[in-house]
């Protein structure tokens, strides 16, 4: 996939940081001593919880380079590292593992979360958040479109779409034998955005992002036109011209028993 860019990704930095809020506020901790930000990406989501635990020692990681470079400066004082959170193991000294939109990218992120549970001391606490929204428009407009033109034969062997999250059911009955309490929930966010354009933009830097590499510059501007069509039409243009993007997230909060 084409390199991440932090500058695409930050600028919608309140409505991506907003689920982080969210997550970060019903963690169960009053004074972690270790936190690690699972997929750190540019920065927004440590620095959060920078602010809620000054005292504690906060880390974060990403497979990403310009994201970490980006993070590193916005936070000179924490310390980024490049990991994978498909491979990536706490040690016995963290007290939280926070994770803000990544799991969703991680092939067989069930066993992977599992794990890192499992990993953790007890009343240490796993808490991830993903968005939970294949089923929507702005993603099945990259599917119609990804098959609608010449590009659809490239698109095909890609294998473009990841998976869509399981049943949250499936979750608590895979975490809870780890887990003294977990609380899981779906929130689903409203964003105005300034029209198809934006939110064209706004999945540029994550969903887009696999169904534009493989094509060349003439291919990927159709197929980008193609896309915005459809959105357009999905999202239409409310009373103040503001388009609404409604993303559905899941969250998960466990504390290890």
């Known amino acids: 996939m084409p390199a991440w860019s932090s500058a695409r990704y930050l600028k919608f930095e309140n409505e991506r940081s907003r689920p982080a809020a969210d997550l970060l506020a019903r963690v169960p901790l009053d004074a972690p001593e270790a936190v690690v930000d699972i997929g750190c ?30 993070a590193r400066e916005r936070l000179p004082g924490v310390r980024f590292f490049k990991a994978d959170a498909a491979r ?14 990544v799991f969703q990218w991680v092939p067989g992120h069930l066993a992977v979360l599992e794990r890192l549970l499992k990993a953790l001391k007890p009343g240490a606490v796993l808490a991830v958040q993903m968005p939970d929204n294949l089923a929507e428009p702005s993603h099945l407009a990259m599917e119609a479109a990804a098959q609608a033109g010449p590009w659809a034969d490239t698109l095909a062997k890609a294998g ?12 608590y009955d ?45 291919e990927r501007a159709a197929f980008l036109a193609d896309y915005t069509a459809r ?27």
Request: charged share 25%; no cysteine; hydrophobic share 40%.
């Open 174 to 218: 895979r975490l809870k034998p780890h887990a003294a309490q977990l609380d899981l929930w779906h929130t689903i966010y409203t964003h105005p955005l300034d029209g198809a354009g934006a939110i064209v933009d706004w999945v540029g830097g994550t969903g887009l992002r696999p169904y534009l590499e493989p094509l060349g510059e003439e």
């Open 231 to 257: 959105i357009a039409e999905a999202y239409p243009a409310r009373a103040d011209g503001k388009a609404l993007l409604w993303f559905p997230r899941l969250f998960i909060v466990a504390v290890r028993a």
């Open 41 to 70: 990406g540019p920065g927004n989501s440590t620095e959060l919880l920078t602010k809620r635990w000054p005292q504690a020692r906060v880390e974060g990681f990403d497979t990403s380079e310009t994201m970490l470079d980006a």
């Open 160 to 171: 473009l779409a990841r998976d869509p999250l399981p049943d949250k059911t499936v979750y």
């Open 88 to 101: 990536w193991l706490p040690d016995e000294t963290v007290d939280l593992l926070f994770s803000n939109a």
